[in-house]
């Protein structure tokens, strides 16, 4: 595994390092120790999939309250989809700055997304498919989000909403960001 930081602090762009043959190829995925010697939560209490039938498909930005923040790791294991950390933890030195990249199952990369960030991704094609390992389990009364337009964030998505685009009725209405 390639470990690349990038310029939210402790958001990593992590590309496989494929090993290559006439059958295919084999790559990890995941270290636990890896994570660990770079600072980065090792723990995997859930893994979640989401499948994205339409292309444009907008989901998040969302997050868990503490004292359940969680940290991800996300992986397009089919499709692609351009995917966004955003840094909401008041203390640190990128707060409210995001960071995209384009996770496909051709590029085998996948986002490390710290506890304290939210998390949100728009499907670039259609029949796209998310894997997530996520460092705690889902608490539904933690659970939380901003809204993929707040003009506090100003983050480029590729093919904004409306424009015919699936997006849940949740995710539109979340209000304003209060810093």
């Given at each position: 595994?390639?470990?690349?930081?990038t310029?939210?602090?402790?958001?990593?762009?992590?590309?496989?390092?494929?090993?290559?043959?006439?059958?295919?190829?084999?790559?990890?995925?995941?270290?636990?120790?890896?994570?660990?010697?770079?600072?980065?939560?090792?723990?995997?209490?859930?893994?979640?999939?989401?499948?994205?039938?339409?292309?444009?498909?907008?989901?998040?930005?969302?997050?868990?309250?503490?004292?359940?923040?969680?940290a991800?790791?996300?992986r397009?294991?089919?499709?692609?989809?351009?995917d966004?950390?955003?840094?909401?933890?008041?203390?640190?030195?990128?707060?409210?700055?995001?960071?995209?990249?384009?996770?496909?199952?051709?590029?085998?990369?996948?986002?490390?997304?710290?506890?304290?960030?939210?998390?949100?991704?728009?499907?670039?094609?259609?029949?796209?498919?998310?894997?997530?390992?996520?460092?705690?389990?889902?608490?539904?009364?933690?659970?939380?989000g901003?809204?993929?337009?707040?003009p506090?964030?100003?983050?480029?998505?590729?093919?904004?909403?409306?424009?015919?685009?699936?997006?849940?009725?949740?995710?539109?209405?979340?209000?304003?960001?209060?810093?």
């Amino acid at each position: 595994m390639i470990f690349r930081p990038t310029q939210i602090a402790g958001v990593w762009l992590i590309e496989a390092e494929r090993i290559a043959d006439e059958r295919g190829h084999f790559a990890r995925t995941y270290d636990a120790a890896e994570f660990a010697g770079r600072g980065l939560e090792a723990a995997i209490a859930q893994c979640s999939v989401s499948f994205n039938a339409r292309a444009g498909t907008l989901r998040g930005l969302h997050y868990q309250a503490e004292p359940h923040a969680e940290a991800k790791l996300v992986r397009c294991t089919r499709g692609a989809i351009h995917d966004v950390a955003l840094d909401l933890r008041p203390d640190s030195p990128t707060y409210l700055d995001s960071y995209a990249a384009e996770l496909s199952a051709e590029n085998g990369s996948a986002l490390f997304v710290p506890a304290g960030c939210a998390h949100g991704f728009q499907t670039l094609v259609a029949d796209s498919e998310v894997g997530y390992q996520i460092s705690v389990p889902y608490i539904p009364g933690a659970a939380r989000g901003v809204r993929w337009d707040d003009p506090a964030f100003a983050i480029d998505w590729p093919d904004p909403p409306p424009g015919g685009r699936t997006m849940s009725a949740r995710d539109a209405a979340f209000p304003d960001y209060q810093r």
